[in-house]
């Protein structure tokens, strides 16, 4: 079993949904959680960084983080043609800056 | 403009030859990382460095070596001994200096195929 779970999609939806998605994860020393996206062919980029419990907002992405049932989410309102990527999740302890990733969901947003 | 730059974009390679792929920054990162993404894996860590000089060995090290002689670049070299190296390849930075967030940064990466 793969310590971040993930699912691969595709998850496609109309412009203008909401796109939902999650990760499940095995280890409860992870403390920081992320969200990135990454364009075909491209190299990641931060969208969004949260630490323990909570939820975290930034325009048209909110971030939740249930360390109770080890599962974290990524909102996005309002979706766009743009938001057609592949999104990760990763995520590490308190110590050290080693990242543990999901394998990506890809997200197919259709005008 | 600061970022991470990585080359070359494609490299193919035959079967039993070594490759290096570069990797450099300017963003005066004292931590540098090499993944390696595979379609539905994510990304796993090959390698990684906290300072000039010093590196360690990610998930996945074995048939890959590094070396970190200058702040700027982190080379990851592709060995003979790696079984599967089709892939792409990713380069990161991060400021480092054990701050408790620490975002990385990725460059373009580079997709390696083994002819």
């Known amino acids: 079993q793969k310590e971040v779970e993930q699912d691969p999609g595709p998850l496609s939806v109309p412009e203008g949904a909401i796109v939902s998605l999650n990760c499940t994860y095995s280890?409860?020393?992870?403390?920081?959680f992320m969200w990135y996206r990454q364009y075909s062919r491209k190299g990641p980029e931060l969208l969004m960084y949260?630490?323990?419990?909570g939820n975290k907002e930034d325009g048209r992405f909110t971030a939740q983080v249930d360390k109770s049932s080890k599962y974290i989410s990524l909102f996005i309102r309002d979706s766009q043609p743009s938001d057609s990527a592949t999104y990760l999740c990763?995520?590490?302890?308190?110590?050290?800056?080693?990242?543990?990733f999901g394998g990506g969901t890809r997200v197919l947003v259709k005008p | 403009d600061g970022g991470i730059t990585q080359s070359p974009k494609y490299l193919f390679r035959k079967e039993g030859q070594n490759v290096t792929l570069s990797c450099e920054q300017n963003?005066?990162?004292?931590?540098m990382y090499w993944y390696r993404q595979d379609p539905g894996q994510g990304l796993r860590l090959i390698y990684y460095?906290?300072?000039?000089?010093?590196?360690q060995k990610g998930d996945i090290a074995e048939g890959y070596s590094v070396s970190r002689e200058k702040k700027e670049s982190f080379p990851l070299t592709v060995t003979s001994a790696q079984k599967n190296p089709t892939a792409f390849y990713l380069c990161?930075?991060?400021?480092?200096?054990?701050?408790?967030?620490?975002?990385?940064?990725f460059g373009p990466g580079t997709r390696l195929t083994v002819l």
């Open positions: 990161a930075s991060s400021i480092g200096q054990g701050l408790a967030i620490d975002e990385q940064f």
């Open positions: 280890n409860s020393a992870f403390q920081y």
């Open positions: 949260t630490y323990s419990s």
């Open positions: 990763a995520m590490r302890g308190a110590a050290g800056n080693k990242l543990t």
């Open positions: 963003l005066n990162h004292d931590a």
């Open positions: 460095s906290q300072i000039v000089n010093d590196f």
